[in-house]
């Protein structure tokens, strides 16, 4: 699994946005927020620079709307938190998920975390320890395709380590990283290499 991440900051101003398709620029232009328009636009520089992707006719899309290259030659997913983005690709099936680390919603975790998980957690003292189950769930239920159709209540991430889990009916191998005070997690459908990560550079988006 490799990783690819990207500041939006340089971006704020569309930089770039020649670059990408008509349809992604109709998406960036959807947005109201900057700050939203600046990471639709680095998703699409960044799928351009690692996928070769300029164009949706590149891509079919899963039952629920997942995207996949036509090719097949890559899985990819996609994600993004404050500041970051980050592009996930590998040779099997592969979710992602970023998010900041500050302090959790409790509820949340009430809600969406099992009882093993809430114990675990509980253990850690540390608002830390809540984003690592949530990008767990986050990367896996993306990974897998249904998204919050698969209600994250429904499936535990436990043990925190390389162990494989069987989540409906299927293999999954996650990987956490710490970047910038933010955690990212990596699932893959079987086993993978550890996560190797890049950061690519503004003038490297912009590469021609």
Request: hydrophobic share 40%; charged share 25%; aromatic share 12%.
């Amino acid at each position: 699994m490799q990783l690819f991440i990207s500041t939006i900051q340089p971006f704020i101003e569309l930089i770039g946005i020649d670059l990408v398709s008509d349809a992604r620029k109709e998406r960036i232009y959807s947005f109201v927020q900057a700050t939203d328009r600046a990471r639709c636009l680095v998703a699409g520089l960044l799928l351009r620079q690692v996928c070769g992707i300029t164009n949706d006719s590149q891509l079919r899309f899963g039952e629920n709307n997942k995207p996949y290259l036509k090719d097949d030659r890559l899985y990819f997913n996609i994600s993004h938190s404050g500041n970051y983005v980050v592009l996930a690709v590998s040779d099997r099936e592969i979710g992602v998920d970023i998010e900041k680390i500050t302090t959790p919603d409790y509820s949340v975790a009430a809600r969406c975390f099992t009882t093993t998980e809430r114990e675990w957690m509980q253990k850690q003292r540390n608002d830390k320890a809540f984003f690592i189950l949530w990008t767990a769930k986050e990367s896996i239920m993306k990974g897998s395709g249904l998204g919050l159709s698969m209600l994250p209540e429904s499936f535990c991430v436990l043990p925190i380590d390389s162990s494989p889990h069987y989540i409906d009916g299927r293999i999954w191998f996650l990987d956490w990283f710490t970047y910038e005070n933010h955690i990212i997690c990596g699932a893959t459908s079987g086993k993978t290499n550890k996560i190797e990560w890049k950061t690519v550079s503004f003038q490297d988006l912009l590469k021609r």
